[in-house]
């Protein structure tokens, strides 16, 4: 069992930064990929960013990609999410996953732990 408690999410206006922190507890958090993924109200939750169990390589969404940036500290078992330029288009509810394994897969359905998620809101 993983379990995840994300945090850092907040309200904030277009062009500003967050950074979302995601601890995770349980099994051995290094052999684990980690993942981020939103969902908007009224959309279908959606990938963000993920990296890899060893952090040698990141997968992102076009959508971030430029602006956003995954990290992991296995020694703190966490995973970041710097959000750099937020948009609008931004907002939504932020869930951080796990999957045992190395892949940095992009699909809801790959992870298996969830985090209850924290709330981005990007005022224009």
């Known amino acids: 069992q993983v379990q995840l408690v994300e945090s850092g999410g907040g309200l904030v206006q277009a062009g500003d930064s967050l950074r979302l922190s995601c601890v995770a507890s349980?099994?051995?958090?290094?052999?684990?990929?980690m993942g981020w993924f939103r969902q908007a109200p009224g959309k279908e939750r959606e990938f963000v960013a993920a990296i890899r169990w060893s952090a040698a390589s990141a997968r992102y969404a076009d959508s971030v990609k430029g602006r956003f940036t995954i990290s992991r500290d296995n020694t703190k078992t966490t995973v970041y999410l710097q959000m750099n330029s937020l948009k609008p288009e931004d907002t939504a509810v932020y869930y951080c996953a796990s999957r045992f394994g190395t892949d940095a897969a992009s699909t809801p359905g790959e992870y298996r732990y969830w985090g209850q998620g924290t709330q981005v809101t990007v005022s224009s």
């Open positions: 349980g099994n051995t958090f290094s052999n684990y990929a």
